[in-house]
């Protein structure tokens, strides 16, 4: 089973940019779909962003444009670059695989404030 452990959060102004990253253990990462989740202070958890094992990617529609999803199979590692940021990013972001298959992380606090 991949075990999850996110990072890259942060407090950030409106317009700036956060670079999330996402580093996975075992042996099935490099075979799975991974994506990235959020949950915002009182509501539920939602997806933000897949990547596919060759690198096809998709969005929700409210971040297109703005991020950008990645993964390093050599490092293990997934990516959410994100720029143009809006108060309403602020979240905790998850990733996990596209099928929810792992345990989720403890997450990391994406804050856009000015």
């Known amino acids: 089973q991949v075990q999850l452990v996110e990072s890259g959060g942060g407090l950030v102004q409106p317009g700036g940019s956060l670079r999330l990253s996402c580093a996975a253990s075992g042996s099935s990462f490099s075979v799975v779909a991974m994506a990235w989740y959020r949950q915002a202070p009182g509501k539920q958890r939602e997806w933000v962003a897949t990547?596919?094992?060759?690198?096809?990617?998709g969005y929700r529609d409210s971040v297109k444009d703005r991020f950008t999803i990645s993964r390093d199979g050599s490092k293990n590692t997934v990516y959410l670059q994100m720029d143009s940021l809006k108060s309403e990013d602020t979240a905790v972001y998850y990733c996990?695989?596209?099928?929810?298959?792992?345990?989720w992380g403890q997450g990391t606090q994406v804050t856009v404030s000015s």
């Open positions: 990547v596919t094992r060759d690198g096809r990617t």
């Open positions: 996990n695989t596209a099928t929810l298959s792992a345990n």
